[in-house]
Nanobody
Framework: QVQLVESGGGVVQPGGTLRLSCALS????????VGWFRQDPGKEREGISC????????FSTDSVKGRFSISRDNAKNMIYLHMNSLKPEDTADYYC???????????????????WGRGTQVTVSS
């Protein structure tokens, strides 16, 4: 069983930055890839950035590549999403999820993610 708790969301102006945090707890955490996903009301959840259990592998979708980066601190059981150059279209609820999947598969297939946090809201608006 894995528990995830997101934090760090808020309201930011276009062009601004935010750092989201995801705290993991549970057993055998080292074997799980963790990803950040986002969802607008009425839309499907999409994977945006995922990281492997050893943080050697990362994957980001084209929509955030070059602006967002994911990092992992296994000593603290924390996953971070560093968001730069935020755009209004980045407004969404952001979730972290965990699963024993490759980073590419995890980001592409949110339906296969085993564990989810409750999410944190990000609003990009002037």
């Amino acid at each position: 069983q894995v528990q995830l708790v997101e934090s760090g969301g808020g309201v930011v102006q276009p062009g601004g930055t935010l750092r989201l945090s995801c705290a993991l707890s549970g057993s055998n955490l080292d074997y799980y890839s963790v990803g950040w996903f986002r969802q607008d009301p009425g839309k499907e959840r999409e994977g945006i950035s995922c990281i492997g259990d050893s943080d050697a592998e990362t994957f980001s979708t084209d929509s955030v590549k070059g602006r967002f980066s994911i990092s992992r601190d296994n000593a603290k059981n924390m996953i971070y999403l560093h968001m730069n150059s935020l755009k209004p279209e980045d407004t969404a609820d952001y979730y972290c999820g965990a699963a024993k999947l490759t980073v590419q598969v995890m980001c592409a297939m949110p339906k296969w993610v085993d564990y989810w946090g409750r999410g944190t809201q990000v609003t990009v608006s002037s």
